[in-house]
């Protein structure tokens, strides 16, 4: 699996892909074509949260790396996709540019150091 973060340290471009369609197949599908991440969204898409361990399974088995667009900023909107095996999480709808930010920063970095606790063994927090 790629590691986007030290792609765009070192300056690299990233290619993805943005889902809007439940299903595990269709995932794995967008996530073979080659792109480094495949985005899906929870706040427009046909997604729903119980979809998203088979989709970010089905993602990781092709090498890309799942992430997940979340309804909200709010704490159980960024804390569960992570719990179900995103790699990371876009949240939309802020009142400022920095609260996304700050939420997502808080929830979403190893569990026991800031205000999350330990997700299921999908988490990539699990692996910590």
Known sequence: MKDLRQHWAEGRPT???W???PGAVTAEVLARTGADHVVVDLQHGAVGEADLPGITA???AAAAVPLV???SSSF???GRPLDLGAHG???P???TPSTPAR???RRGTHPTALARSAGSWAAPTSHW
Do not use: E, K, N, Y
Request: net charge positive; no cysteine.
């Open 76 to 78: 159980p909107d960024v």
């Open 15 to 17: 290619h993805g892909l």
């Open 103 to 105: 939420w997502s920063t």
């Open 69 to 71: 667009r979340t309804r």
């Open 19 to 21: 889902s809007l369609l």
């Open 93 to 95: 709808t802020s009142a």
């Open 58 to 60: 089905a993602i990781r």
């Open 89 to 91: 999480v876009m949240s």
